[in-house]
């Protein structure tokens, strides 16, 4: 049962660390292009009374 436990926290570890190598490089949008998104979002969405 021990060893189970073990095996189940090395493999979440190596997981987080391969996740973290994979999502190293991508590229975050900057926070103008996320504002300007978001004004033409709002522009369309006419259900809304904001």
């Given amino acids: 049962m021990v060893w189970l436990m073990i095996l189940l ?3 979440i570890i190596v997981g ?9 490089h ?3 949008p900057s926070l103008k292009d996320k504002q ?3 004004q ?11």
């Fill in 26 to 28: 991508i590229k975050m």
């Fill in 36 to 38: 300007q998104r978001h």
């Fill in 9 to 11: 926290a090395v493999g």
């Fill in 16 to 24: 987080n660390l391969m996740l973290l190598k994979h999502t190293a």
């Fill in 40 to 50: 033409d979002d709002s522009d369309d969405d006419d259900w809304r009374d904001d």
